[in-house]
């Protein structure tokens, strides 16, 4: 199991990044894939057809959001949390993904890099 910090910067307002991140139309703006997600802790979640799913385990907004994301049968969760802040550039993420099982490893860095986050990014620079 691997570890993975990044921070990213998005040129977008903390709100506009809180709801690129969880309403499952603005999501599915920035995938090109219907999405379901829901801001309420406990409800589950599936992006991008099901690649990536799993539970929101907290959520404050505008802040902050914890996830367990599912990989099979491992003996330990996979925790994400994604942490928002002001920027004199918009708005700085914090990602913090623990638990990555190693043989996913590479493909879940480039997603949050490529996917994720660079999706995101592209999404509200073309504004």
Request: glycine share 6%.
């Amino acid at each position: 199991m691997k570890d993975f910090k990044k921070y990213y910067i998005i040129p977008a307002e903390v709100e506009d990044v809180y709801t690129a991140l969880t309403n499952p139309f603005t999501i599915e703006l920035w995938t090109g894939y219907p999405a379901i997600m829901d801001e309420n802790p406990g409800t589950e979640f599936s992006l991008w057809e099901g690649d990536i799913t799993g539970k929101n385990l907290e959520i404050e907004k505008n802040k902050r959001i914890v996830q367990q994301w599912y990989f099979g049968d491992q003996p330990e969760e996979s925790i994400v949390t994604i942490k928002l802040f002001t920027d004199k550039k918009g708005t700085q993420v914090e990602l913090n993904h623990k638990n990555i099982p190693d043989e996913d490893f590479e493909n879940i860095i480039e997603g949050w890099n490529e996917y994720y986050f660079g999706a995101i990014k592209a999404f509200y620079e073309v504004e």
